[in-house]
């Protein structure tokens, strides 16, 4: 049970899953600087510098986290690393006197930090891959089902409901390419000292050695590290990870945001799903607030704040280093991380439990589809031998005398008024400018192409449905 008498992050409690949580610990973190110190005492055994008995102790001790203890030595010694290497020592009767052993502090930090991103990095990818899954199934069901498009919020040409999902799923692909790709490229800090000269291991083993040292780190731990740093990794790593985090967070927002507008009753014709015993509004019973969208957005808007602090993080470590990035880290990179979880799993209930509602996105289609319909007839008449720019005058005369009717409330009478123009009917029958001026014909070859990234992404991800 959380103390609720005392100031909790919603990030504790509210936001994020238990397993990104769990990554972000405190636990997982000191286990992860156990994880460098074990692998950096196996290493230097290699070199005859710990014995064999030694680096097997400490790696006998190496998941015993004792936070009570660290956090005593921590208040009095005021610095959490040095706590936590005092604390494991203490545990390991045999290999303790050895841990560290030529080490800085941002050798065990920056690379164990570099592992946490990588965790929390394959947590997202799997849920985006989810996400995509859900996506695309729903484009595939609705790439025949015809709705008005809006350009500026305003009724413009016929598309389908699949297409218009498909932009969100092709957003989507890219984050994941991009994650994906950063994933793949992210690098330790190595082990190179407090300010990236390797000065000490140098001594410990031997310059022509060092090469040889690090390959090995580097195996033990499975990354990869840079060849140049300061005392830390290149902070503009974080800076990278944390824009393609927010730019994920961009693409849902979108999504968000133009579910919002359609759940809209003027619109109406679509909406996340509604509980049958939630609660809309305190104060008026009837409401359905997109609750879920609204929090999507609210959440991605500080999400694309993180970047300004990563960047600055990045450009003012002075020199080869000062320690004005390493509070806001603390909350920069698991907030970020949190966010997208999120942000991710209440996009996946949305898009799973979409609710769409064909009867208003009928009725929208037929208000202000014959406008966009007057587009074919034009082609056509003109096609015909019509006067382009006679006929042009003409349907616009006809729309203008449209929206009067549409504005008091009145069905679109536009089709009619074409079918039965005498002027229009000297170049095509009435039968043909009335399939003309059905506007659900006027979808180009978009629901191909909705069904095909639908395809690809299901290819791609054919076994993110069985998680």
């Not at 996340?272 to 879920?292: C, D, H, L, T, Y």
Request: glycine share 6%.
């Amino acid at each position: 049970m959380q103390d609720f008498g005392q100031y909790l992050s919603p990030y504790t409690w509210r936001y994020g899953s238990s397993e990104m949580r769990a990554i972000w610990s405190e636990i997982n973190k000191r286990r992860l600087w156990r994880q460098v110190w074990v692998a950096l005492a196996e290493a230097q055994a290699e070199f005859g510098l710990v014995r064999d008995e030694e680096a097997a102790d400490l790696h006998a001790h190496m998941d015993e986290i004792d936070m009570a203890r660290s956090l005593e030595v921590e208040a009095e010694i005021h610095h959490d690393l040095m706590a936590e290497l005092k604390v494991f020592a203490g545990q390991a009767p045999t290999g303790g006197r050895i841990l560290h052993l030529g080490a800085t502090s941002m050798d065990v930090e920056d690379n164990a930090e570099v592992l946490r991103i990588r965790q929390a990095l394959g947590i997202l990818l799997s849920k985006l891959e989810q996400l995509l899954v859900q996506f695309a199934h729903k484009i595939d069901a609705l790439a025949d089902l015809p709705l008005m498009a809006y350009t500026h919020i305003q009724p413009a040409e016929p598309s389908t409901l699949g297409y218009r999902l498909a932009q969100y799923a092709q957003d989507l692909l890219q984050d994941w390419e991009s994650l994906q790709q950063i994933g793949a490229s992210l690098r330790g800090k190595g082990f190179k000292g407090a300010v990236g000269t390797s000065a000490a291991y140098a001594d410990l083993l031997g310059p022509e050695h060092l090469a040889h040292f690090e390959r090995l780190l580097s195996e033990r731990l499975r990354i990869q590290f840079y060849p140049i740093t300061t005392q830390v990794y290149p902070r503009k790593q974080d800076y990278q990870v944390i824009s393609a985090l927010a730019g994920l967070g961009g693409s849902l927002y979108k999504f968000a945001f133009d579910l919002r507008i359609l759940q809209s009753p003027p619109f109406g014709e679509m909406s996340e799903p509604f509980g049958a015993k939630q609660v809309g509004s305190s104060a008026m019973p009837f409401k359905r607030n997109p609750i879920n969208a609204e929090k999507i957005d609210s959440l991605a808007r500080a999400l694309a704040q993180m970047p300004r602090i990563a960047w600055d993080n990045a450009a003012h470590s002075l020199l080869e280093r000062t320690l004005d990035d390493s509070a806001n880290r603390r909350t920069l990179l698991p907030e970020s991380f949190l966010t997208c979880d999120e942000l991710l799993q209440t996009s996946l209930r949305i898009i799973t439990g979409l609710q769409v509602n064909k009867e208003a996105i009928a009725r929208n289609l037929s208000i202000y589809g014959p406008f966009a319909a007057s587009e074919r007839v034009l082609i056509a008449l003109v096609k015909a031998g019509a006067d382009r720019q006679v006929v042009h005058e003409r349907l616009r005369q006809l729309a203008l005398q449209v929206w009067n009717d549409i504005n008091a409330g009145q069905p679109n009478p536009l089709a009619q008024l074409v079918v039965h123009d005498i002027e229009f009917c000297r170049y095509l029958d009435p039968h043909e400018l009335a399939g003309l001026m059905d506007a659900s014909q006027h979808l180009g070859d978009a629901p191909l192409r909705a069904r095909q990234l639908a395809a690809d992404v299901l290819i791609r991800f054919q076994t993110a449905e069985n998680r």
